[in-house]
């Protein structure tokens, strides 16, 4: 079946523009992941999504970052007035269920530049 | 703050050479995972590891969980340019396992030249 998907694959905005990035998961998948990557790094912890529960929202770096999950699938995470250290590749995950040692199934990334 | 040391963060082999990367912290997993991640992909998961001393394979590749659960390693045998990629500990801490939510290692970037 199809994997997790997001858009757009590439995004350049001017700062203090706000942006919407997009995650289509895995149908079926219950938890939804967003995080942060740097050149080169590991991954940043944003936000999670587990089926009508409360977000842990407790990765966000600042009240400029937000996400929601509608109908338990799409999640779009929003970067209000951007600024020039929000430029990363920003990972969706979904998995199956919640819980430790379960696989998460990664989309591609979005690559967010702020000039 | 829970944090997971990867090293080395960079290295750089010759085909054939055996390499090992570690991944430590001072907090215990309930879980660790290894994923590999290529350029313009996301992580894509090699091995989940749960039990303290755990030895699993992966043709070439070995894994290992500390017996504490507060480490862990990549083993590779016999490195092929194909084997070329950023590595990827990451873990589910003791308390956290009910979310799934992970920490991750900063990355270990292997180059293999043929």
């Known amino acids: 079946g199809a994997g997790v998907s997001q858009s757009p694959s590439n995004k350049v905005t001017e700062k203090g523009k706000d942006v919407e990035l997009r995650c289509d998961p895995i149908s079926g998948h219950t938890a939804l992941y967003w995080y942060r990557q740097s050149l080169g790094q590991g991954l940043e912890f944003l936000i999670y999504f587990q089926g009508n529960s409360a977000p842990d929202k407790s990765g966000l770096p600042s009240d400029r970052f937000s996400a929601e999950r509608t109908g338990g699938s799409v999640s779009t995470l929003t970067i209000q007035r951007t600024q020039q250290e929000d430029s990363a590749v920003y990972l969706c995950a979904s998995s199956l269920l919640a819980g430790g040692g379960r696989e998460q199934y990664f989309g591609p990334g979005t690559r967010l530049t702020v000039t | 703050t829970q944090l997971l040391e990867q090293s080395p963060q960079f290295l750089s082999i010759q085909e054939g050479e055996n390499l090992t990367v570690y991944c430590n912290s001072s907090s215990v997993f309930s879980s660790l995972q290894w994923y590999r991640q290529e350029p313009g992909e996301g992580p894509v998961l090699l091995v989940t590891?749960?039990?303290?001393?755990e030895v699993k394979k992966l043709k070439r590749l070995t894994f290992q969980f500390g017996d504490a659960r507060k480490d862990s390693s990549l083993h590779i045998t016999a490195a092929q340019p194909g084997d070329t990629g950023l590595y990827l500990c990451?873990?589910?801490?003791?308390?956290?396992?009910?979310?799934?939510?992970?920490?991750f290692g900063q990355g270990t970037t292997l180059q293999v030249k043929p």
């Open positions: 990451a873990g589910a801490y003791v308390g956290s396992s009910n979310t799934g939510k992970l920490i």
């Open positions: 590891v749960v039990t303290g001393g």
